[in-house]
């Protein structure tokens, strides 16, 4: 896996990319040969040390993620949750979240990652929420779902655990999203920490803090 690649925006900081990335300074300049003190330029490409291991999505899905014409500062949130079945797929949400629940554009999230039961187990697959860059329908707020982009995994995490390659793939995908959006980890939260009304999704077993580990 090749190291990670900031490339810098306006505004930032040598300073502030080592606190974001939460790598020493001097590290981080010695790097990218450097001193502490340099001036860093828009669009120079900075490595970032010790941040190699984080999961990344397949060159073949990027490739595919980043046709989408995304508006800078279009998202606030990457909200995650669980399907509450142990099986699903994107089409069968989609069609339930279109006939059942009358939603005129389908699967209410961006994004649907799968457990091997249903869909292989880690594959990510993209909505039209997400091709059309349409608001979500996955919260309790209008408001918010303007703003959130919203990521299923398949499963019923109050009674186990999401599978290792979803997890992987999840960390992956929040990682592209991250970088895509001008976005923080900050911005990653699950249904229940932001939603306006109680909500046990994505369920007690969902390892929040696995996760984050792995979320650059
Ligand atoms: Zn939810």
Request: glycine letters at 10%.
């Amino acid at each position: 896996m090749a190291d990670k690649i900031h490339v810098v925006r306006k505004g930032e900081t040598l300073t502030g990319l080592s606190r974001l990335y939460d790598v020493p300074l001097k590290e981080l300049a010695k790097e990218n040969d450097l001193t502490t003190s340099s001036k860093i330029k828009i669009g120079e490409k900075l490595v970032i040390p010790g941040k190699n291991s984080a999961p990344q999505i397949a060159w073949s899905l990027k490739r595919q993620l980043d046709r989408i014409p995304v508006r800078s500062r279009r998202w606030k949130n990457i909200v995650i949750h669980h399907s509450a079945t142990p099986n699903g797929t994107l089409k069968g949400m989609d069609r339930y979240h279109r006939e059942e629940r009358h939603m005129q554009n389908g699967l209410a999230y961006h994004f649907v990652v799968g457990n091997g039961k249903g869909m292989k187990d880690g594959e990510i697959a993209a909505g039209e929420r997400w091709t059309g860059q349409i608001a979500g329908g996955h919260l309790a707020s209008e408001s918010l779902n303007q703003v959130s982009l919203g990521i299923c995994l398949v499963g019923n995490f109050e009674q186990a655990e999401p599978t290792s390659r979803q997890l992987e793939s999840l960390a992956g995908l929040i990682n592209y999203l991250i970088s895509r959006c001008g976005l923080s980890r900050n911005a990653v939260k699950t249904h229940q920490q932001i939603n306006t009304v109680f909500t046990r999704c994505p369920g007690r077993k969902f390892p929040v803090k696995k996760l984050m580990e792995m979320v650059s």
